[in-house]
């Protein structure tokens, strides 16, 4: 029996932050679209306080953050990127082009193409989130992607450093110091300064991820990331410690952050609410984390692993840690994620930062249609086809026209038609 020791915000609470969200996102890309560049540095003032003379980052100020950094940390973000740039070179050599005939005198093919160009957005107003820069601007590069522009709000009242180093060491070709809304819909419309770009990537808070989502159609995304979530599914293998440590990680991100506890274990269950306390206590983000958990928190105890696996899909989250006797089960049972964290040898700050995997995932249940960022997202597949003999046109000719005409389209038919009577070559006669 499933039973829920703790409950998050209702689903009428969270749809009404929705609505507020989605008319203050509206009115944004409204304004930005008839008055461009003036309404961007309005709402940047507005916003973020920063208004500087130019949004764009010259090369001397980019190297100026660069120097600005410890070797250390340099390096640190160099370590980074190789794991990612690894493993997105990898996923590369499972996408090729294909050509086969599959008809005599008929060939098609498909070929793999990088989008011309992307914008790619980095959160770092609450939190300089240099990571973010690797996942998008890194993964794009990878993929092929001839111009890649990034923006992140200042933090502190100036361009991170740690941001702009990560988003130049990974092939940014234009960086930005913009956040919020109005760097969205600057990348995707362009204003006077900023040519738009073909795609936005990148996660982003609430206000961020409706952007992206009323912006699709003008522009590609790679999907709706953000707020962030996590789950923790566990049983007596683990203790409660570790399982409010591993919650409390995401939801520091912000005050609606879902952080959800799924068990077969009555001692977690009984034990979490007040190690969560404790870990809290030892917290520099812990007047975000304590809201999100006290809102948006919840402890679901089970009897099983499978009734735990029938909540997860259900819940579908962002971030899925499986710390139980048997995580590979979970891995073979489980289809409705953004990613899977196997195992209490890691955990979700791995895949944030540095193990290599995408930390850009779906949130809000699009785990259930859609997988997270990976290099694949910024490749277009494109098929073609073209017929070698008259035979082979005159056989796909001759059903293409009956097809049409069960449809009744005489123009399409008459495509196929035309062929035929020119192609077909009519028997000479033996007599």
């Not at 300064?193 to 912006?215: F, W």
């Not at 707020?227 to 399982?243: H, N, R, S």
């Not at 009897?303 to 997860?312: F, G, I, K, L």
Request: proline share 4%.
């Amino acid at each position: 029996m499933i039973k829920h020791v703790k409950k998050g915000a209702t689903a009428e609470t969270r749809s009404e932050i929705d609505s507020k969200v989605r008319s203050t996102v509206e009115a944004i890309i409204a304004d930005i679209a008839e008055h461009g560049e003036e309404a961007v540095r309005s709402y940047s003032k507005k916003f973020d306080n920063w208004n500087p003379t130019s949004f764009r980052l010259s090369q001397s100020e980019i190297q100026a953050c660069i120097d600005s950094l410890d070797t250390q940390v340099i390096e640190d973000i160099k370590f980074a990127q190789a794991q990612i740039r690894r493993f997105a070179q990898i996923q590369m050599l499972g996408l090729r082009d294909v050509e086969v005939e599959t008809l005599p005198g008929v060939v098609l093919g498909h070929k793999n193409i990088p989008v011309n160009s992307v914008g790619c957005y980095i959160p770092g107003g609450k939190y300089p989130m240099v990571a973010s820069s690797h996942m998008s601007v890194l993964t794009a590069k990878v993929a092929g992607v001839k111009r890649i522009l990034s923006c992140a709000p200042p933090f502190e009242g100036k361009p991170s450093p740690a941001i702009v180093a990560a988003m130049a060491l990974g092939g940014a070709d234009e960086i930005y110091a913009l956040g919020g809304v109005q760097a969205i819909v600057a990348m995707a419309l362009g204003t006077e300064t900023i040519k738009p770009v073909d795609m936005l990537v990148g996660p982003g808070n609430a206000y961020v991820a409706e952007a992206k989502r009323q912006l699709f159609g003008r522009v590609g995304i790679d999907l709706l990331a953000g707020p962030t979530e996590t789950m923790v599914i566990c049983d007596d293998t683990v203790d409660a410690e570790l399982v409010a440590t591993d919650l409390l990680g995401q939801a520091e991100h912000g005050v609606t952050s879902p952080a959800i506890c799924i068990t077969t274990s009555k001692k977690i269950a009984a034990e979490l609410p007040a190690e969560i306390e404790k870990a809290l206590a030892t917290l520099d983000t812990a007047a975000v984390a304590r809201v999100s958990w006290r809102d948006y928190g919840e402890i679901i105890l089970c009897d099983t692993d499978e009734e735990m696996a029938q909540e997860s899909e259900r819940i579908c989250s962002e971030h899925v840690q499986v710390m139980t006797k048997d995580p590979d089960w979970f891995l073979g049972r489980l289809t409705n994620y953004g990613a899977l964290f196997l195992g209490a040898r890691t955990n979700v700050a791995y895949g944030d930062k540095v193990i290599g995997t995408n930390h850009t995932l779906p949130t809000r249940r699009a785990g259930r249609y859609t997988g997270g960022l990976w290099v694949g997202k910024f490749i277009k597949t494109h098929s073609y086809q073209r017929v070698l003999t008259d035979e082979a046109s005159v056989l796909i000719g001759e059903y293409c026209s009956r097809l049409c005409a069960v449809e009744h389209f005489s123009a399409h038919k008459a495509q196929a038609d035309i062929r035929v009577r020119r192609l077909k070559h009519t028997p000479q006669s033996t007599t």
